[in-house]
């Protein structure tokens, strides 16, 4: 799996927003899309540990197969969509964490 982090994506007023992109090595394939103000960067499971840990208990299929270190809240698990051919890209929005207010 190909990682870039903060890609920035320059909108039409000027200001940046960044993205985490997760993909697989080849050029082509199509993308799962996230944008929103929440925990890009941040594992799921240290970042809400206590719904992290309801998750498992109550849906253990969940983490399996994953090392969940890019798993974060609310999208998907990139070591589950990479290998099966798709892009993952999560976009921070205006005035979350490094993305441009």
């Known amino acids: 799996m190909r990682i870039e982090w903060d890609v920035p994506i320059k909108m039409d007023d000027g200001r940046v927003l960044r993205a985490d992109i997760f993909r697989p090595e080849e050029d082509r394939h199509p993308v799962i ?47 589950k969509w990479v290998p099966e051919g798709y892009a993952c890209v999560r976009v921070e929005s205006r005035g979350a964490g490094r993305a441009a207010g």
């Open 33 to 79: 899309l996230s944008y929103g103000p929440y925990a890009k960067g941040l594992a799921f499971q240290d970042g809400y540990p206590s719904a992290w840990q309801r998750m498992v208990a109550e849906h253990p299929d969940v983490p399996h197969g994953s090392s969940n270190k890019y798993q974060s809240w609310e999208v998907v698990d990139p070591e």
